[in-house]
């Protein structure tokens, strides 16, 4: 798949994707306190948007404080992005939106999608938790799961956005196990897919071998388990 999008994975759901013109964007920042991220990794120093799928600390993370060390504007669904606002995020650093919404950044378009979950910010609700696919101009599609519960509506966002790239959970207790996962697989037919979300904690017991021989045994799906912190593409 020809791409001049850069993607890595910096362990649990942090993401780190760099769009043709050279934006830097991250995926829920959980870097400092993840046992999994490198330590080259926990400390960024540029990003230009920051985009949360929901609430839980281990997915807003680090974003308070890149966004106030680096200038990024941050991406939420309006819930968290109040909570965020009342926290300390600048009015002018804050981008809020919702579930089947779109929105242009620069040289891509973050569309605003379901997920199956719950999400809170310090025992505070925080809207819905949602999934978020990324369309660069005239390249890829990316689609960030968020956490989520195997659901129909991978269907219907495989139909619409056909994603090239999908980073989808497979930890089990708190998201999707491999086995739905490969099942939510079948149901997006996208071309690639890195699993997230396990082996972080001991009740993150999903298997991303198990997870790549369900998928590639029913699927034209390509399964990529890249080391944290390496770019894969």
């Not at 995926?27 to 609430?55: A, M, R, S, V």
């Not at 925080?126 to 978020?132: F, R």
Request: aromatic share 8%; charged share 25%; net charge negative.
């Amino acid at each position: 798949m020809e791409t001049t999008v850069k993607a890595r994975w910096l362990g649990h759901s942090a993401v780190t994707l760099v769009s043709p013109s050279g934006k830097i964007i991250y995926i829920d920042p959980f870097l400092k306190d993840n046992p999994t991220t490198p330590d080259e990794d926990k400390h960024p120093k540029e990003i230009d948007y920051i985009l949360l799928t929901h609430g839980h600390e281990d997915h807003v993370g680090d974003t308070l404080d890149l966004a106030d060390e680096t200038g990024a504007k941050v991406l939420a669904i309006v819930e968290l992005s109040g909570l965020l606002k009342n926290d300390g995020l600048p009015a002018s650093q804050a981008l809020e939106m919702n579930k089947g919404g779109t929105i242009r950044l620069d040289d891509f378009r973050v569309t605003m999608v379901n997920a199956n979950h719950s999400s809170s910010l310090g025992g505070r609700y925080a809207g819905d938790p949602a999934g978020l696919i990324i369309r660069f101009d005239n390249d890829i599609t990316v689609y960030h799961c968020g956490d989520t519960n195997i659901m129909p509506d991978f269907h219907i966002y495989g139909e619409l956005y056909k994603p090239d790239l999908c980073f989808m959970p497979i930890g089990d207790t708190y998201t999707m196990n491999a086995r739905e996962a490969a099942y939510a697989c079948v149901l997006l037919k996208a071309k690639m897919v890195v699993p997230i979300h396990y082996g972080t904690w001991p009740p993150l017991t999903g298997s991303p071998e198990e997870f790549r021989e369900r998928v590639e045994g029913d699927t034209a799906t390509k399964v990529l388990i890249p080391e944290a912190g390496q770019w894969f593409l």
